[in-house]
């Protein structure tokens, strides 16, 4: 089944305690995205990566990095984690070959929570 | 990208027509309409996408406006599972500029 899986689907930790959510899909995708959605703010673009070895800030990128070594892999990292991470993530992924577009998978999504 | 507006909330009926407006009277010549969906606390569900011409698929028709300042959504056949956050989304197709507004939760009445 083609899919975008995140995992885990539920984390609490400790502020500072450095964690990876990861996020792989079986599509050979090209195109990998990370969001946060939150109460009142939507969803919004933490780093997007266009291809292997190319990463790029979003609206969101601070307190975040990213790696794209693999193209089916894109994992989230957070180096510190702060309370004002707390967020539901969603990993995304999109194929797109020249001028035609196509739409994103989400995965099922993570929920954050940083005590 | 383009802004888009949505209305905030709609009802519509179990079995009939939901037609789900949305304006976007700034696009670009090159840019897509994309519509999305999300269920409850679940990831966005992809649903449909057009530059000119209307489009239909197994989930719903993109009927979009000859000015291309306004479009529709319809899923033709609304059950209780349809009930979700409708997003309109207008970008040029790339990885960058997929933003999501506030949408239009639609909620389909037994």
């Known amino acids: 089944e083609a899919q975008v899986t995140q995992n885990p689907r539920y984390l609490i930790t400790v502020t500072g305690k450095k964690l990876t959510v990861t996020c792989s899909q079986n599509m050979n995708h090209e195109y990998m995205s990370w969001y946060r959605q939150d109460p009142g703010l939507g969803l919004r673009q933490i780093y997007y990566?266009?291809?292997?070895?190319?990463?790029d800030k979003g609206d969101v990128p601070e307190g975040y990095k990213v790696s794209r070594k693999e193209k089916r892999n894109f994992p989230l990292i957070l180096e510190s984690p702060s309370p004002n991470q707390t967020s539901l993530y969603f990993c995304a992924s999109s194929l797109s070959q020249g001028t035609r577009s196509y739409g994103y998978t989400f995965g099922s999504g993570t929920r954050l929570t940083v005590v | 990208d383009a802004k888009t507006t949505q209305p905030t909330s709609m009802d519509c009926a179990e079995g009939r027509a939901a037609n789900l407006p949305c304006n976007h009277s700034?696009?670009?010549?090159?840019?897509?309409v994309y519509w999305y969906r999300q269920i409850h606390s679940q990831g966005p569900q992809y649903i449909i996408h057009?530059?000119?011409n209307n489009e239909t698929n197994e989930m719903a028709s993109l009927i979009i406006t000859e000015d291309r300042k306004s479009s529709t959504l319809i899923l033709p056949h609304a059950t209780l599972r349809d009930t979700a956050v409708y997003y309109c989304?207008?970008?040029?197709?790339?990885?960058?500029?997929?933003?999501f507004g506030s949408g239009t939760q639609l909620t389909v009445l037994p």
């Open positions: 700034t696009i670009s010549g090159n840019e897509y």
């Open positions: 990566s266009m291809n292997v070895e190319v990463t």
């Open positions: 057009g530059l000119k």
């Open positions: 989304i207008v970008n040029l197709g790339s990885a960058r500029q997929l933003t």
